[in-house]
């Protein structure tokens, strides 16, 4: 037996320095005696560590992600895709599809009145009102908005460049998204009233916190967040009965945003929201949007500190394009400058492709499905009102659909073969965007009838981001070393930030 023990512990590499002690153990063992039982202990324990070892270098990729805290998406993808189109969720790796009856009741309350709590005719109806704020026409009404908020943020990010000899570009680009989504949904003015969009953003950040609480303590922060979407829509309704007595003494907006339009649209039997059901509708366009776009646009940066040659060539296309298209009396990027950056537009899509923010999308079905499997495997009945998670990580990287799947390569966006069927649902009439992909190929957004409602708004949003970022200013990593390596633990995205020097061009 110690000889067999020996055998096994040299085969692990982490106990070559080991070894002694264990051959020590070993030769006692054969003469025990009790005042051997230190060193025995000892080689126990040298076993045990090695043996953890050994089983941690064999472990299951997806328990490593686990225990490790990073993300690797290829490898979910890989799981997925190996264990066929149906799978059921194990609680591990997280997919396939899992039988638990509708909602959560946290959801439930926390989107309660809005459109993510509705379903058919209902959810139809709601759709269709929020829909008229997110179609080009109006899109395009939000580009000057848009623009001074952003060109405000990156003379910010200057300055706290020059200050401190970097900016965060992960934590930044969060609050850029935020300022967006507070300045655009909610009526927030961080350039006229700061300390009150700054409150707004306080109560938001407290709802936030109950959404991947601790498990000690996760009722508290669920209640304290119930608390602080109250507050937040109570500010809401204000903003918006503060607009309305402004348009009725004849005060023309000084932007167009979304929650102008949504407060005087209406159906096709002339119901219009009342400010609290609008209030309510906009605080969950918020969560919707921020986190998404934020995160998206992360990734973006960081495929591009990776890839510096993609750099210049997307500063070439922003070069032409100016050459091309004249700018507004501003010097603003118009509408036609956004459909035409077929570059940046693949470089988004790709890394829309690989690093969506939604592993996976959930819907319940309407009655018992029969799935049966093409290789001719044991059908499978889904029940009526089970919840099933489809995986857009899986989706997304399908060799049969593109080629290389975990290889960044925006490039396959220009190959025409993608271009096969549209990804719009019938209430989005945008035409941004140069390539087309069935939603069914590409999940980031969703598909079907509750597919991304703020998907265009999002993409002309990044895409001006992205344009301006890289037409006047330069940004280069502090620390090239570092390898950005997405995490899951204790924050979704990246363990130290995106560090970068951020100047304005020449
Ligand atoms: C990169 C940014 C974004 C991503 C990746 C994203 C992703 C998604 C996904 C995966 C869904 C679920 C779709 C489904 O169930 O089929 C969704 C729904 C939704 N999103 Fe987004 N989203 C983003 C930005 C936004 C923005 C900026 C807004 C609002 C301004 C928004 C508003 C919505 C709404 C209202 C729904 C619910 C639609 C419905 O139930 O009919 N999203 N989004």
Same mark, same amino acid.
């Given at each position: 037996?110690?000889?067999?023990?020996?055998?096994?512990?040299?085969?692990?590499?982490?106990?070559?320095?080991?070894?002694?002690?264990?051959?020590?153990?070993?030769?006692?063992?054969?003469?025990?005696?009790?005042?051997?039982?230190?060193?025995?202990?000892?080689?126990?324990?040298?076993?045990?560590?090695?043996?953890?070892?050994?089983?941690?270098?064999?472990?299951?990729?997806?328990?490593?992600?686990?225990?490790?805290?990073?993300?690797?998406?290829?490898?979910?993808?890989?799981?997925?895709?190996?264990?066929?189109?149906?799978?059921?969720?194990?609680?591990?790796?997280?997919?396939?599809?899992?039988?638990?009856?509708?909602?959560?009741?946290?959801?439930?309350?926390?989107?309660?009145?809005?459109? @993510?709590?509705? &379903?058919?005719? %209902?959810?139809? !109806?709601? #759709? $269709?009102? +929020?829909?008229?704020?997110?179609?080009?026409?109006?899109?395009?009404?939000?580009?000057?908005?848009?623009?001074?908020?952003?060109?405000?943020?990156?003379?910010?990010?200057?300055?706290?460049?020059?200050?401190?000899?970097?900016?965060?570009?992960?934590?930044?680009?969060?609050?850029?998204?935020?300022?967006?989504?507070?300045?655009?949904?909610?009526?927030?003015?961080?350039?006229?009233?700061?300390?009150?969009?700054?409150?707004?953003?306080?109560?938001?950040?407290?709802?936030?916190?109950?959404?991947?609480?601790?498990?000690?303590?996760?009722?508290?922060?669920?209640?304290?967040?119930?608390?602080?979407?109250?507050? @937040?829509?109570? &500010?809401?309704? %204000?903003?918006? !009965?503060? #607009? $309305?007595? +402004?348009?009725?003494?004849?005060?023309?907006?000084?932007?167009?945003?979304?929650?102008?339009?949504?407060?005087?649209?209406?159906?096709?039997?002339?119901?219009?929201?009342?400010?609290?059901?609008?209030?309510?509708?906009?605080?969950?366009?918020?969560?919707?949007?921020?986190?998404?776009?934020?995160?998206?646009?992360?990734?973006?940066?960081?495929?591009?500190?990776?890839?510096?040659?993609?750099?210049?060539?997307?500063?070439?296309?922003?070069?032409?394009?100016?050459?091309?298209?004249?700018?507004?009396?501003?010097?603003?990027?118009?509408?036609?400058?956004?459909?035409?950056?077929?570059?940046?537009?693949?470089?988004?899509?790709?890394?829309?492709?690989?690093?969506?923010?939604?592993?996976?999308?959930?819907?319940?079905?309407?009655?018992?499905?029969?799935?049966?499997?093409?290789?001719?495997?044991?059908?499978?009945?889904?029940?009526?009102?089970?919840?099933?998670?489809?995986?857009?990580?899986?989706?997304?990287?399908?060799?049969?659909?593109?080629?290389?799947?975990?290889?960044?390569?925006?490039?396959?966006?220009?190959?025409?073969?993608?271009?096969?069927?549209?990804?719009?649902?019938?209430?989005?009439?945008?035409?941004?965007?140069?390539?087309?992909?069935?939603?069914?190929?590409?999940?980031?957004?969703?598909?079907?009838?509750?597919?991304?409602?703020?998907?265009?708004?999002?993409?002309?949003?990044?895409?001006?981001?992205?344009?301006?970022?890289?037409?006047?200013?330069?940004?280069?990593?502090?620390?090239?070393?570092?390898?950005?390596?997405?995490?899951?633990?204790?924050?979704?995205?990246?363990?130290?930030?995106?560090?970068?020097?951020?100047?304005?061009?020449?």
């Amino acid at each position: 037996m110690p000889g067999t023990l020996s055998k096994l512990l040299e085969d692990l590499p982490v106990l070559n320095s080991l070894n002694p002690l264990v051959e020590i153990a070993a030769a006692r063992l054969e003469r025990w005696s009790p005042k051997d039982t230190g060193i025995v202990l000892a080689a126990a324990a040298a076993g045990g560590i090695a043996l953890g070892y050994y089983y941690y270098s064999h472990l299951d990729p997806s328990l490593k992600q686990i225990l490790t805290g990073k993300v690797d998406r290829g490898n979910v993808a890989r799981q997925i895709q190996e264990k066929g189109p149906i799978s059921q969720i194990y609680g591990i790796s997280g997919h396939g599809y899992m039988v638990k009856e509708g909602r959560s009741y946290f959801f439930r309350l926390l989107f309660k009145g809005s459109i @993510l709590d509705k &379903d058919n005719e %209902e959810h139809t !109806r709601t #759709r $269709r009102l +929020l829909s008229s704020a997110f179609k080009s026409d109006s899109l395009r009404a939000y580009l000057p908005r848009m623009t001074s908020e952003i060109r405000s943020e990156f003379d910010l990010w200057v300055k706290m460049s020059q200050e401190s000899g970097f900016v965060d570009l992960e934590l930044e680009l969060k609050q850029l998204a935020l300022r967006f989504a507070f300045t655009l949904l909610v009526g927030a003015d961080f350039t006229k009233d700061h300390s009150i969009s700054t409150e707004l953003v306080e109560k938001y950040e407290a709802l936030l916190r109950g959404f991947i609480p601790w498990p000690i303590g996760k009722w508290d922060a669920r209640k304290k967040s119930m608390e602080a979407r109250q507050a @937040l829509v109570d &500010d809401v309704t %204000e903003i918006i !009965r503060k #607009r $309305r007595k +402004l348009l009725l003494e004849g005060v023309k907006p000084e932007f167009s945003d979304p929650l102008w339009l949504l407060m005087t649209t209406k159906d096709e039997n002339g119901h219009s929201y009342t400010d609290e059901e609008l209030a309510d509708e906009c605080v969950v366009l918020v969560i919707a949007g921020h986190e998404t776009t934020a995160r998206t646009l992360a990734a973006w940066t960081v495929e591009l500190l990776r890839h510096p040659s993609l750099i210049t060539a997307l500063r070439k296309e922003q070069e032409d394009l100016v050459k091309s298209y004249p700018c507004d009396a501003d010097n603003n990027y118009t509408n036609e400058h956004i459909k035409h950056m077929p570059l940046l537009d693949a470089t988004f899509r790709e890394i829309e492709r690989m690093y969506g923010p939604a592993g996976e999308i959930s819907r319940v079905t309407r009655n018992d499905i029969t799935f049966v499997p093409a290789d001719g495997g044991k059908p499978t009945v889904i029940k009526k009102g089970n919840r099933i998670a489809w995986s857009v990580t899986a989706t997304n990287r399908d060799p049969a659909v593109y080629p290389e799947p975990n290889a960044f390569n925006p490039c396959r966006w220009l190959n025409s073969s993608l271009t096969s069927s549209p990804t719009l649902s019938k209430d989005q009439d945008s035409d941004l965007g140069a390539v087309k992909v069935s939603s069914f190929r590409l999940g980031t957004f969703g598909a079907g009838h509750r597919v991304c409602l703020g998907m265009q708004f999002a993409r002309m949003e990044m895409l001006l981001i992205g344009g301006l970022m890289i037409k006047d200013y330069d940004f280069e990593d502090v620390d090239p070393e570092c390898d950005l390596v997405e995490v899951g633990r204790p924050k979704f995205g990246y363990k130290d930030g995106i560090r970068v020097r951020f100047k304005r061009r020449a």
